[in-house]
């Protein structure tokens, strides 16, 4: 079992941005290839946001976040990040961090999941 723990959320302003983390632990008995970021707004459906195939270091987006949102992985940390630049007020959501051995891109099979860190955007 893979336990993920995410931090960095927070409230900002429209047009700022933020860095979410998401630390990942117990991998040695559950290796860890591949990492993501998804999102659920009130009211609304858990939505992909991005995947990293930490092997390939191979990313994918989604097409709402693209050339605003970049993840990343740091293997001596066991981490990933999401930088979240010009943030709107629909990024306002709670985020996930994900994990798996499996490489799911944007599909929501991973077996991990972290408890989820809140991301408030409003002037």
């Known amino acids: 079992q893979v336990q993920l723990v995410e931090s960095g959320g927070g409230s900002v302003r429209p047009r700022g941005s933020l860095r979410l983390s998401c630390v990942a632990s117990?991998?040695?008995?559950?290796?860890?290839?591949?990492m993501a970021w998804f999102r659920q707004a009130p009211g609304k459906g858990r939505e992909a946001v991005a995947a990293i195939y930490i092997g390939g270091a191979t990313t994918a987006e989604a097409d709402s976040v693209r050339g605003r949102f970049t993840i990343s992985h740091d293997d001596a940390k066991n981490t990933a990040y999401l930088q979240m630049n010009s943030l709107k007020p629909e990024d306002t959501a709670m985020y996930y961090c994900?994990?798996?051995?499996?490489?799911?891109?944007?599909?929501?099979?991973?077996?991990?999941w972290g408890q989820g860190t809140q991301v408030t955007v409003s002037s």
């Open positions: 994900a994990a798996d051995r499996i490489a799911w891109e944007l599909m929501p099979n991973y077996a991990n």
């Open positions: 117990g991998g040695d008995t559950a290796p860890v290839n591949s």
